[in-house]
Structures are given as C-alpha cells and as structure tokens.
C-alpha cells in the first residue's frame, strides 16, 4: 500500500513570492490533516478536512495560506505572499475511518513533509 | 498551558540499554489517546505506540512500550535494547476528545542519540 505522498520534498523561494504544496493521502482515508513543523518544535495543526470539508482551520492563518481538497482526496496547501517566518517543514497525514465495532488507535499516517525556506 | 510536555531536548544512550522518554499531559476530558511517533532525519513521522485513556495495561509493541501513570498524567516511552538505528526525534502526542477524526497536538519532541 502506497504512504502518503507529497510534493516538493523542498522548495526554496524569495518572500514575497508564492507556494504550493501538494498531498496525496493514502487511498480511503477519508480525513487528511495539514501540519506545520517549525524548526526543533513539534507538528502544530493547520487545517483539518473530512472528506471535502475543511473542518478545523481556526489555526490556518487566512490571510496568506489557503487549502483546498477537491472531490475529497488530493490536497493543496498555499501560501501566497511568503514570508520569512514561514520557513518550515509543511506535513500532511491521513486518516481511514474509524471502523465500527473494532480497536481504533486513531494514529495518523504522515507523508515526508515538504521544507520551505524563504530567503 | 501546554497539553503535552516533554522536558527532555535531548537524551544519550548505550546501544543495548534501554531508555525512557518522559511526556506528562494535561486534559481535563476522561476520553483521550497518547502516541509515540518517532521521526529520523528523513522527516516522516513514523507511529510506534498507542494508549488509550480506558486500558487497563500498559501499551506494549515490541521493543517499545508505554508507561501509563493516569493519576500522574504521564505516558512514558520505553525503548529496551536500543538500536543505533533508534537514533531520531521522538514525539508524545495526545488526541482530546476521543472521537473520529480529531487532530493530534505533539509535544516539543525529545531527541535520542544512540553510541555504540
């Protein structure tokens, strides 16, 4: 079974300048997680969505970053203008529906993440 | 407040000794999951352990397990025999309320460092 995936692995650009990040979550996992991972610190939550549903977002500063998943499986995650505080590694994860009636743990399965610097 | 505390940046240890990371957690909800992820220089954050607030035993997978002091609030990671390839960041994360689909808050991360 194929992991998630993202793309770039890294990306270097000048502030100011726009940036996209791609994810694609494991097959069947309904819920996909945008994580931001700044330097020596733990993962910190930017956006959750349920299908196509951006659920959770109250994290994702909106006046730069945006995201989308279209027909509730790719995701994107933009930031547009860049700034130097915004160097970081970008995580995606994904998550299958709970199944009913056995153990969940719940845990989520990462993608190797994408690394921003911008100079 | 911080939900998850981990107060070790970095720890060393011997190969074939065992080691223990420490996390204390703060929730007021009796519902709730603990994880270990480990995370090596390549950057994936790989699942290792899980807890839920309802067991009754401690978690076992392996060479890890996870010892779960409810009353304390700690969930500490055990690694027995450790392994150069142990080498990485390790991460305690908790899940609050326990329900489908409900983000994972990380602690700061502890990095373990394993000499032959």
């Known amino acids: 079974e194929a992991g998630v995936v993202q793309s770039p692995r890294y990306k270097i650009i000048e502030k100011k300048q726009p940036v996209a990040f791609w994810c694609n979550p494991i097959?069947?996992?309904?819920?996909l997680y945008w994580y931001r991972q700044n330097l020596g610190q733990g993962p910190e939550l930017l956006i959750r969505?349920?299908?196509?549903?951006?659920?959770?977002d109250s994290q994702l500063p909106k006046d730069r970053f945006s995201a989308e998943r279209l027909k509730g499986v790719d995701s994107t995650l933009k930031i547009q203008p860049a700034e130097l505080g915004d160097s970081a590694v970008y995580l995606c994860?994904?998550?299958?529906?709970?199944?009913?009636?056995?153990?969940?743990?719940?845990?989520?399965?990462f993608g190797e993440g994408s690394r921003l610097t911008v100079l | 407040a911080q939900k998850i505390t981990q107060t070790q940046p970095g720890m060393f240890v011997q190969e074939k000794e065992a080691v223990t990371l420490d996390c204390t957690y703060d929730t007021s909800d009796p519902s709730y999951g603990l994880f270990w992820y480990k995370q090596p220089s390549s950057g994936e954050m790989i699942f290792l352990i899980y807890q839920g607030s309802y067991d009754q035993q401690n978690a076992t997978e392996g060479r890890y397990s996870l010892n779960f002091q409810k009353a304390r609030k700690s969930a500490n990671l055990v690694i027995s025999a450790s392994q150069l390839g142990d080498s990485a960041m390790y991460f305690c994360?908790?899940?609050?309320?326990?329900?489908?689909?409900?983000?994972?808050?990380f602690g700061k991360g502890t990095t373990l460092s394993v000499s032959s």
């Open positions: 994360a908790m899940r609050e309320p326990y329900q489908a689909g409900t983000a994972l808050i």
């Open positions: 969505y349920e299908n196509e549903e951006a659920v959770d």
């Open positions: 097959s069947g996992h309904n819920t």
């Open positions: 994860a994904s998550r299958p529906r709970p199944k009913v009636n056995r153990a969940n743990t719940g845990e989520l399965f």
